[in-house]
C-alpha cells in the first residue's frame, strides 16, 4: 500500500505548518542567491527601479514575511 506523501498535512496541526512555514521563510530570505529571491529582486528593479537597494531588500523580506 502507497501512502500518499501529502497525508501527513492533515494529521500536523496547522500551528504547526505555520511554524514550519515561517522558518522556510526566513531560510530564504537568510540565502539571497536562491533562484526564488533572485526573481522577486528582479521584479522589484523591473517595477520600481527608483528604490534603493536597501528599500528593495526591506520590501523582498516584507513580501516573504507577510506571504506566510
Known sequence: MVMNPYH???IVP???LQIL???VA???IK???LSIMRTVSINLA???PKLTNVQK???TKEIFITSV
Request: proline share 5%.
Open 57 to 59: 531588500q526591506v520590501l
Open 21 to 23: 512555514a515561517r522558518f
Open 31 to 33: 540565502i539571497p542567491n
Open 46 to 48: 523591473l517595477i520600481a
Open 26 to 28: 526566513w531560510v530564504i
Open 8 to 10: 501527513i498535512f492533515k
Open 14 to 16: 496547522l500551528s504547526v
